[in-house]
């Protein structure tokens, strides 16, 4: 334990179990609260899909109202739901986005292709200068710059993944594997968050490093 002083078992353990951070600390549930929300978006997002009948604008507006009536809540002040039900609630537009990029979007001729990517660029960075969203405790000061920020951050993902396989094959495969295995790092990072054995890690693994 790191010596915070506000540790409390029980206070944890419904934390843990609920996926609820929004009213103690945030590392108690931290990672758990994504594992939990990215279950409910799957399966949420699934039965709209079905329901829409494959109809992308169906689906765009069934997603485009959930979102708005859970930000709504959210602006109620309530940021406390078990179950990160919130956190699901909302992340179900970046759910949508992505799977929109997937299913719809090509990559387009060149001249194009750079006018969105910086277009994409200035969306990242205004959504991180002027956004200011932290979803694991349900803030989103500034939702069109938070959705456009998703939009263009997964487009210059879509880049960079393209050219890795083109350009560099061995890397992307190596890339992919270590996406494989992000909610793994994610969930570690929340440990070494609360229980600082990170110095110990360091020491036998890069042993060269003087303390």
């Known amino acids: 334990w790191a010596g915070n002083n506000d540790y409390n078992t029980e206070t944890t353990a419904t934390t843990l179990l609920s996926g609820s951070i929004g009213h103690i600390k945030y590392a108690h549930g931290f990672a758990i609260w994504f594992l939990i929300a990215l279950f409910l ?5 699934s039965i709209l899909h079905k329901a829409s009948l494959d109809s992308a604008t169906d689906l765009s507006l069934r997603v485009i109202g959930i979102t ?8 109620t002040g309530i940021i406390y739901a078990p179950f990160a039900l919130l956190q699901a609630g909302m992340g179900i537009m970046f759910f949508h986005i992505g799977y929109m990029y997937r299913k719809y979007v090509s990559m387009p001729s060149t001249s194009t292709q750079i006018i969105i990517l910086l277009l994409s660029i200035l ?5 991180q200068r002027y956004g200011g969203m932290e979803m694991y405790c349900s803030q ?5 710059l938070n959705i456009l920020g998703a939009v263009g951050g997964t487009y210059i993902i879509m880049q960079i993944s393209y050219y890795l396989c083109r350009a560099f094959p061995l890397t992307a495969i190596k890339v992919a594997e270590l996406g494989s295995i992000s909610i793994l ?3 570690v990072h929340a440990l070494d968050y609360e229980f600082n054995f990170s110095p110990f890690i360091t020491r036998n693994l890069l042993f060269f490093i003087d303390d």
């Open 68 to 75: 708005l009536v859970t930000y709504l809540i959210i602006r």
């Open 140 to 144: 989103y000061p500034n939702l069109i």
């Open 123 to 127: 969306a990242v960075i205004g959504s």
């Open 185 to 187: 790092i994610l969930a």
């Open 41 to 45: 978006c799957n399966t949420l997002y």
